[in-house]
């Protein structure tokens, strides 16, 4: 079998050594909060009274929430986190913001043809109303307009980017070999395509807070350390009950995500895959100067176990992705965000990517887990009588797509017929994961036939081409 850049080009061993020799095990983002911005808000006790009450406390739930106050400002809206807001996915991702709400033009054209011209639009105007936000709210998340870069790695992906180029997009700008070297220099890059317009880089845990100090500024109660363990029908509405306390409503939404679903119906819907990222310390002006990037666009590489990776404000690069593990069972524990091999993996992709920064160290190692959907974009509905809704199943498109999901959940609670609750995309559910021990090895097959994939041209075998045929195909 063929092999690939990463193998032909590995760094020495001492180098990784070197690199992760000091690396602290906690996430990058939430250490860069200042302490303004994590007030210890205190748990849910005894009953308290909502027009709205939301569970879960990552951007799905907080837009909700702010959305909710902006539409009006007399509801009474609560929201219930069972740790800390933004203490999951929301803060501690990679931080790019994309206007897909498809995860991809691809993955879209797949599975939604005739709605995708609406589906760019509305996910443009989404991705423009997260940008005006900061000024809108008077918030600050660090959000820069810098596109996305997609590198060729392989020969084989240059075939990728003419077909890519071909679809005449004007936002979408190709770069050959010696234009991607003069934009960032990696010995990687073949060539590249550059989405100039449809990403924003963000600041993920201050994009989190900064949702809830403007909620709470706006009349927004949020609830912290309060585990909702049930949901309950009243006579006029819900009810959420945790270990202390109860918050009775007239609705709910649920944007638990990759946690277990409090809908029965919605248990099988998402898996839980654990992704892996390594933050260096900052770049010096000589390791700036010697990698470029000018542009500080996010990059995600063409191969279909991909890297994403972006510089920070303070110029440290985030380097993360390629492995993405399923957990037999679909549990959700601290003990999978301690993988050494897959950092050591990273830390070797990193120097192969950018020898020239050859002693630069790690400052922070961190995982957790992505919620994926069998349409890898998000799923919705309504329950309980149209008194609950729910988004769930991002597969790491969050960042952006959670915005929309909270409007596209308000319309479904106040019954709204519009061009976001008429969308197929929104009205049908996608296929359930099989149970257990199905799933694990369904997930888990198909993970080693994209890595065998991109060991053999990016060839796809029998199993890739009869996903792709049934739409349950994934190519990135």
Same mark, same amino acid.
């Given at each position: ?15 990784? +050594? ?39 406390? /990552? ?15 007399? *509801? ?20 790019? #913001? ?24 509305? =996910?443009?105007?989404? &991705? ?9 709210? =008077? ?59 449809? #990403? =924003? ?5 201050? &994009? ?66 654990? +992704? ?11 390791? *700036?100067?010697?990698? /470029? ?65 050859? =002693? ?20 919705? /509905? ?30 479904? &609670? ?35 036939? *994209? ?26």
């Amino acid at each position: 079998m063929a092999t690939t850049v990463f193998e032909r080009q590995a760094p020495a061993a001492s180098i990784v +050594d070197h690199s992760l020799a000091d690396t602290n095990h906690a996430v990058f983002w939430i250490d860069d909060l200042p302490a303004s911005l994590r007030p210890n808000r205190r748990p849910l006790q005894g009953t308290v009274r909502a027009d709205l009450v939301v569970v879960g406390g /990552g951007y799905a739930g907080l837009w909700t929430a702010l959305l909710a106050k902006t539409r009006d400002p007399g *509801l009474r809206v609560v929201v219930v986190e069972a740790n800390r807001v933004g203490w999951a996915a929301s803060g501690r991702n990679g931080g790019f #913001c994309e206007s897909s709400l498809t995860h991809g033009h691809e993955n879209g054209m797949n599975r939604w043809p005739a709605e995708m011209p609406l589906l760019d639009k509305l =996910g443009m105007e989404n &991705l423009d109303a997260i940008e005006a936000a900061e000024g809108e709210y =008077g918030i600050d998340f660090h959000f820069e307009r810098t596109g996305q870069l997609a590198p060729a790695i392989e020969e084989h992906q240059l075939e990728w980017l003419a077909d890519w180029m071909a679809e005449g997009d004007p936002d979408v700008v190709y770069l050959d070999r010696d234009a991607v070297q003069a934009s960032i220099a990696s010995p990687t890059y073949l060539a590249a395509v550059w989405e100039k317009r449809t #990403c =924003g880089m963000v600041h993920p845990a201050r &994009l989190a807070a900064e949702l809830a100090r403007a909620a709470e500024e706006r009349g927004v109660e949020i609830f912290e350390r309060s585990l909702v363990r049930g949901l309950e029908d009243r006579p006029q509405g819900i009810a959420v009950t945790t270990s202390a306390g109860r918050v009775e409503a007239d609705h709910a939404v649920l944007a638990t995500n990759v946690f277990p679903s409090l809908l029965k119906r919605n248990r099988l819907m998402t898996v839980p895959v654990y +992704d892996y990222a390594l933050m260096t310390e900052p770049l010096t002006a000589q390791q *700036l100067d010697a990698v /470029g990037w000018r542009d500080r666009q996010g990059i995600g590489d063409m191969a279909n176990q991909f890297h994403y990776y972006r510089i920070s404000a303070d110029n440290r690069i985030l380097f993360g992705g390629y492995d993405a593990l399923y957990h037999y069972g679909r549990t959700v524990n601290p003990k999978y965000e301690n993988n050494p091999e897959v950092w050591r993996k990273l830390a070797s992709h990193f120097f192969t990517t950018f020898p020239q920064l050859e =002693g630069l160290r790690f400052s922070h190692q961190w995982a957790g887990p992505i919620d994926t959907s069998t349409q890898f974009a998000a799923f919705y /509905g309504t329950a309980r009588g149209g008194r609950v809704a729910y988004a769930a199943g991002f597969t790491g498109l969050g960042v952006g797509s959670t915005r929309f999901a909270a409007e596209v959940m308000l319309d479904l &609670l106040a019954g709204v017929e519009n061009e976001r609750t008429t969308l197929e995309m929104v009205r049908r559910r996608p296929l359930p994961f099989p149970p257990e021990p199905a799933a694990a090895i369904g997930i888990n097959l198909t993970r080693w036939s *994209l890595d065998r994939a991109d060991h053999r041209g990016g060839r796809r075998n029998l199993l890739l081409k009869t996903l792709d045929a049934l739409g349950l195909g994934f190519d990135s």
